[in-house]
Structures are given as C-alpha cells and as structure tokens.
C-alpha cells in the first residue's frame, strides 16, 4: 500500500493540550511533548502496520508539537517519526526510522515484544554509536486512537476504611490459568478475573482488596528472551496510561474496565502496583520506544554533565526524573487515566522512594508527594508505598507523607524470626504487632499505616517459607544467585515436600500462625495469593521470570 500526504483541507495546526490525542467531532487532535526535535512526522498505519498516511506535524507551541486532522477514525493505528539531532552521547535519539510510540498512548494494537529493530543505533557496528538505517515499522505495535465507547458502570467504588483492608495480592494471568471453574477460552485474562468463580472464591476469603501485579503495557527484557524465559510479574513498563493486551481475549480496555466493574459489584476495592520508577528502555544502548526516542534528556536521570550514564535508582538501567516537569506530568495524567477511566481505588507504588527524589535526594515534600495531595481526585484514592529504592539514601520506611500508608519489611522479618524461634525477638514482635509505632510518626491516623504481610509477590510463597531454608532458583538460569538470600524461612527437618506427617501438621500450624497474626496486627493486611491454598514454588523466591505452572496458582 502506497503512503500519501494527509489533505491539507484535512489538516490543520491544532492545539498543544491535552497531550496525547483527543477525539473531537470532526477528527482528532494530537500532541506531543519533544523539545528538542526539529520536526515530527504523524503516521497512520492500516490493520497490517502498513504506512498509509505521513504528514509532518503543521505547529509547535513551546515545547509542543501539534496537529488535528479530520475524519480520523476510532481505532486508527499511529505513531510518530522524529527528525532531529543523532548525538546519543548528548541524549538526542532522533531517528526518523524507527516509529515512536505516543507515550500518551491509551490502548496499543499489540504486545510489545523485544526485537533487535527498536534500537535507535545499529548493533551490528561494535564501537561507535551510528544511526540504524533499518525501518522498525512492522517490528512495533501502534497506538490506536481512542475510540471512547461507553462503559456502564454498574457499582459504586466500595471504598473500604482503611482499618477493615485486607489485601489479597494477585497476578491477573497466574489467578485464573489452572481454575477449571474458569471457561478455557479466558483463563489467564481479565475476563478470567471477572469470571463468577473467581469472584466467589475472592468473596469467600472475606478480603476487601486485590492488589494486581503491573497491568501496563510492557515489554520482556533481551536478556530473558535469550534464556527462553520472559517477564511474567510485568515490572517493565513501556507506557504509562495502556492496558497489557497480554491479559485481553480481544479488547484490554473493554475487558480491563469489566474486570474492575465485576470486582466492585462484589464490593471488593482494586489496587494496582504501578511502575513510575523506570521503564523498558533500559539504559544507555538499550531500546528506543516511546519517551527514549522524544524527550530523553528530559525525561530520565543523569549523572551531572554526562549523559552517557543514567543514574539506575530502579536496578533496571535507568530511572525516571519526577523532578522535572514533564515526566511529573505524564505520571499525575496517567494516575488520573486510571481513576478516571478505570474506576480504579488505589495504587501502590513500585520503589516508591525513586519518585520522591528531587534533584538527587529523597523528600517526603517532594514535587510528587505535593502533586497529588492537591490534585482533587488522587487524594481520595489509596496510596501505597515500597518505601525504598537502590539508589543513595534509598531506605524510607517511617519517611512517606502521612496518608500514605506503606509496605513494611520489618514486620515481615521480625515475624518470621519470631515464629522460627529465634531468640531476642519478642519484644520486637510485640511493637511490630501492635502497628510499628517506633516507625510510623502519623499522628493524625487512629491506627498505624503499615501494610503488614509475611510473604509478598518477590519472595517465598507461604508454604515455601515453612518448606526451604534455601532458595531454588536455578530454573532463573542465573546460578541461583539471583532473589533474597536472608529468607528468615526454616523448613522443619526436611528440603521441601516431604511425606512426613509430623513435619506437614507442624508446617501447616505456622502457616495458621503467620495469618493469624497478620489478622490481629494494627495497620492494613497483605495477602499474598495463593497462600490461601499453599501455592508452592518449589523454593524459587524470585519468579518473576516464571510464566508457568511455577508461578500458577
């Protein structure tokens, strides 16, 4: 199919807000944020990622670039070509060869699978950094234009206080994949999740909340897909604000949106773990997808004057700068997307402290903690936070802004020591339990916002902790060195499963007490799913690259 110009009758400046595109009634408009660019090419794409329209993008208002074109069609595949400068020693990615992925994208036509051809520079060329003639095109999925169907909404939020939560932590695909309640055709989806049998067993646990693994749109590491393995838990995110088709039989957004009606008709809130710390562009020669490709300079962390090295506070090659307005921007939009268009309750925040970084230090006065607590609809919801990250000064359990509430690893150690009979430990057990006060200087909450949990989604599962003494990773294809290596589990005589009924009664009481005293500690209540029916592992405390009956429940 040939490529035209889009019409100038059809064509015409636009406006530079809101980001992203906006259906109006006559067309579309766009808008995209790169500064430094010198011109940007708007492409159509029909249902076989064939080019069929090009046109560079008439006006620019600051920093913004900007279109509205007539008679675009719902559903309509785009993206961009950026012209500008190739200096990656500078942070300029500009190649008009790759299509770029809107960052504003609210749905894409596909998964997002690594490829050699999403690298901005040939790889082929050891040394120096040159441009990648190569057209990426058809190696890409495309951001569809919104298509703005309506959605009955047939439940209220449940908003449940946080004194009543328990959370029942789950990943949308493992949930449903081995339930033979759950039809065939939607096991491991949204649909999946939504499905009666999933909801009655949700309802008969009597837990207020699930918490999903990362449901934006992500793409496995290189790394994995060299080992035959790939990103099952998604904490690699590739955009900000679209659903992972992944996890969709046909529509993410439709199918998303009655994941969470299903929930709330059942009156249980729905919490998503975000990733806003880093994204799957890696580091300084990884891939050049979306915000990489446009606005880099602005968008990541830099060491001061040296934007050959990004300041990886993430541990997964760069981090993203909430200290700078844009990227502060896109995140607040993309909390309000969800909230808005999905209904949804709360988030918790994956490394949480890497978005309360300023210039280079953590503040709980941070321009994020600030953005939100002002914004009308982000202060209703529930705020979750990992409170730490890797870079400098990066433990902050105690340290978020006082609606947060937050992960808390010391009660997760304290009782686990307890409960394996160590010695010393009962004093610490009794503060942990009655909410860690010697931590959470909250005055204005009755009860402690720590979320207390034992087993969360990077460790052991519940049964594992009273089944190993070591990790079992080796199916990771990293030596076995890889996850927690002070696990604080004991297995009771034996590695493993065992036949023995003494060790299975008494692993089975621990697993009683562990959830009893989570239930009876001040603060929120994590659940790790799975543990309700003593999902095994095998001893991996690191299964994030496991998307298999491994990882199931």
Known sequence: MMT???????????????????????????????????????????????????????????????????????????????????????????NPNKVIIDPYAVEISGPLEFNRHLYAHNVDIPGD?????????????????????????????????????????????????????????IRGTYLGVAHPASIAHLKRLGITSVQILPCFAFMPESRLGELGLTNYWGYNPALFLAPEPRYAKEDAVLEFKTMVNALHEASIEVIMDVVYNHTAESGMLGPVITNKGLHARDFFRYHPNNYTHFIDNSGCGNSVNTHHPYSLRLVMD??????????????????????????????RNAAFFKAIHQDPMLAQVKLIAEPWDIGRGGYQLGNFPEEWYECNDKFRDTVRSFWKGDLGVTADFATRLMGSNDVFHKGTLHTSASVNYVTY????????????????????????????????????????????????ELRSKQKRNFIATMMLSQGAVHFLGGDEMGRTQQGNNNAYCQDSELSWF
């Open 457 to 504: 989604h990077d460790g052991f599962t519940l049964h594992d902790l009273v089944s190993y003494n070591q990790r079992h990773n080796k199916a990771n294809k990293e030596h076995n060195i890889d996850g927690h290596g002070h696990n604080l589990s004991y297995n009771y005589g034996v590695e493993g499963e065992t036949d023995n009924p003494e060790i299975r």
């Open 334 to 363: 993309s909390m309000r997307h969800w909230v808005n268009e999905y209904h949804i309750d709360g988030f918790r925040f994956d490394l949480a402290a890497s978005l309360g970084r300023e210039a280079w230090d953590y503040s």
């Open 129 to 185: 950094i040159i441009l990648d003639e190569q057209d990426n095109a058809k190696h890409i999925p495309k951001a569809r234009v919104p298509r703005g169907e309506y959605f009955e909404w047939s439940a209220p939020k449940p908003d449940v206080p946080w004194r009543e939560v328990i959370i029942y932590e789950m990943h949308v695909k493992g949930f449903s994949m081995l339930n033979p309640e759950v039809p065939e055709n």
């Open 4 to 94: 035209r110009f889009i019409s100038e009758e059809s064509l015409a400046a636009g406006r530079p807000s809101p980001l992203g595109v906006q259906v109006t009634n006559g067309g579309a408009n766009f808008a995209v944020y790169a500064p430094h660019a010198i011109k940007i090419e708007l492409c159509f794409f029909d249902e076989f990622d064939q080019q069929t329209a090009i046109n560079p993008m008439p006006a620019r208002t600051g920093d913004v670039w900007h279109a509205h074109v007539k008679n675009v069609a719902p559903g309509q595949r785009y993206g961009y070509r950026v012209h500008g400068p190739f200096e990656p020693t500078q942070a300029y990615w500009f």
